[in-house]
């Protein structure tokens, strides 16, 4: 029989030698890339000032040795760097470093890989465990007491959030609708009010985030009313949301004249509801149509055709589709190639989808605030994955007031 050399084997002591060596020569890598950088950085701050002298002729700004040892928990590890001191004399003027700020303990990546596993529903108990195991034995001071004190942290960034400066900033899209949560120490059920708006250049932002009571025209206008008075002075061009009359009647009060689309997502669910089962199928075809066909006088006809078919037997059905029919189609006057972006409150609904497993995982959170710092905190993390609106340089028309006739620019 032949022996088998199992020192040769995957997994083997060898095999772990091997990849030990790997990570070593990575985070050594990254400590001199990063040591590198920092004095590149100081270096270039005194030259940006070297022909700037006092009454002696000395230079105001002047290298003053290093600073003490710093470590920073990357992703290869804990990695140690000394930080250039520069000595600014002008008044005023201080040097900060911006790659490394001077409270900085942990890379981005790992502050982001935090609420990351927050979302996927990992308890604070467990993120010691958790972080080992993607960062391996050297992923030290997460306990559970430093995830109770970063949730502090984060109440604090949304409470900083909220009250922003949003002067100057113009939207072409809203996208609207309201979350509901539980709170583990109350009986109530807060609904959050979420707001996302489109830029001038594509680019998808968490907004607003409310505690709302409920989905009430109270609400909303507390909302609306808010942004105003921090600055957003100029109506997006259209709003989506559901059929939720609080947000509607609210924005008409706050900003009057905004194109409104209802959600086809929320309007298909809201049908097909009101049908039995085995309808449901052949009634989804033709509500289909109506939202992506390629014309506004196609969608109507498929629209007629369903009225047709299911009025005199499932009359709610076809009275559900018809209480918003003057609303539903407003998405042909908007470019084509914004109509999967606007059909519908998609971007809120798949993102919240995520926070709302989260919650159930955890079955919810702990008060009204640390719902709002967690949707918050995690909204900003999915913001950096939502997509940019395709032909951006079109909103440029749409604010000029140009017109398009079934996504096309109608020609003068």
């Not at 030990?20 to 270039?44: D, F, H, S, T, Y």
């Not at 710093?70 to 992703?75: E, L, N, P, V, Y």
């Not at 407003?330 to 497993?357: D, K, L």
């Not at 940019?388 to 440029?396: E, T």
């Amino acid at each position: 029989m032949d022996v088998i050399d199992t020192s040769k084997q995957p997994g083997t002591q060898e095999e772990n030698d091997c990849r030990k060596a790997v990570e070593l020569i990575l985070k050594l890598g990254a400590q001199v890339a990063l040591q590198k950088v920092l004095e590149w950085e100081a270096r270039e701050y005194k030259n940006a000032h070297e022909t700037e002298l006092d009454e002696f002729s000395h230079h105001l700004v002047v290298g003053n040795g290093w600073r003490e040892p710093r470590s920073i928990q990357t992703g290869f590890g804990d990695i140690e760097v000394c930080q250039p001191r520069i000595n600014d004399r002008r008044i005023g003027e201080k040097f900060t470093s911006r790659i490394l700020p001077r409270y900085l303990r942990r890379a981005p990546s790992i502050e982001a890989l935090i609420p990351t596993l927050y979302l996927a529903g990992v308890s604070s108990n467990n993120f010691p465990r958790a972080l080992e195991s993607i960062l391996g034995e050297e992923a030290k001071g997460l306990s559970a007491a430093s995830i109770v004190r970063l949730k502090t942290i984060w109440e604090k960034e949304y409470q900083e959030w909220a009250v922003r400066d949003l002067t100057g900033k113009t939207y072409v899209y809203w996208w609207a609708d309201g979350i509901y949560f539980n709170v583990r120490l109350t009986d109530e059920r807060p609904c959050l009010l979420v707001i996302i708006g489109a830029l001038a250049d594509g680019t998808k932002e968490l907004l607003a985030v409310w505690d709302g009571q409920r989905e009430s025209t109270l609400s909303w206008k507390e909302v609306l009313s808010d942004l105003k008075r921090r600055g957003v002075t100029t109506k997006p061009r259209l709003a989506i949301g559901d059929g939720s009359l609080g947000f509607w009647a609210a924005i008409e009060e706050e900003y009057p004249g905004i194109d409104q689309q209802r959600c086809w997502v929320h309007k298909t669910a809201n049908i097909l509801d009101k049908l039995p089962q085995k309808i449901q199928p052949s009634a989804q075809t033709l509500i289909h149509q109506m939202y992506m066909s390629p014309t506004k006088k196609l969608a109507l006809e498929a629209y007629a055709e369903f009225m047709k078919c299911y009025q005199a037997k499932y009359p709610k059905a076809c009275e559900c589709l018809a209480k918003d029919s003057d609303r539903l189609f407003t998405f042909y006057n908007y470019p084509a190639e914004h109509w999967m972006h606007i059909r519908s409150t998609n971007v809120i609904e798949s993102s919240f989808a995520t926070i709302r497993h989260r919650t159930r995982q955890t079955k919810g959170c702990g008060s009204r605030m640390a719902t709002l710092a967690m949707v918050y905190k995690l909204g900003r993390e999915l913001e950096r994955c939502w997509r940019r609106l395709h032909a951006h340089l079109l909103i440029d028309k749409l604010m000029a007031g140009v017109r398009f006739i079934d996504g096309t620019e109608e020609v003068a």
